[in-house]
């Protein structure tokens, strides 16, 4: 019942620039915690941002300075825009919602993954 669809992804040369969106129904923008998150071949996922229902951002040490998260002004959507890109920042990258709803237990939901491909 809970639809994440990722866009945005692509292939740019390193120092290029690439916006990702993640669509989700109003009522998951407001209540969830979004974030992406990455996973390149061999590797495990890593989280590269979050953003919390008050606007509490945060960031992987790798992107700090180069990748902003945001919410959309209708809350309907969620974006990565990625600045200075490198080659390591290929990956697989994934919309996540999640919130507690007990204190044994997150729910949270996954898109499907965009593809980043930064290379020369």
């Known amino acids: 019942q809970v639809q994440l669809v990722e866009s945005g992804g692509g292939r740019v040369q390193p120092g290029g620039s690439l916006t990702l969106s993640c669509v989700a129904s109003p009522l998951i923008l407001r209540e969830y915690t979004m974030g992406w998150y990455r996973q390149a071949p061999g590797k495990q996922r890593e989280m590269v941002a979050t953003?919390?229902?008050?606007?509490?951002?945060t960031y992987v040490d790798s992107v700090k300075g180069r990748f902003t998260i945001s919410r959309d002004r209708a809350k309907v959507a969620m974006f990565l825009k990625m600045n200075s890109l490198k080659p390591e920042d290929t990956a697989v990258y994934y919309c996540?919602?999640?919130?507690?709803?007990?204190?044994?237990?997150?729910?949270?939901?996954w898109g499907q993954g965009t593809q980043v491909t930064v290379s020369s």
């Open positions: 996540k919602a999640f919130r507690p709803v007990a204190t044994w237990e997150t729910r949270q939901f």
């Open positions: 953003i919390t229902t008050d606007g509490t951002t």
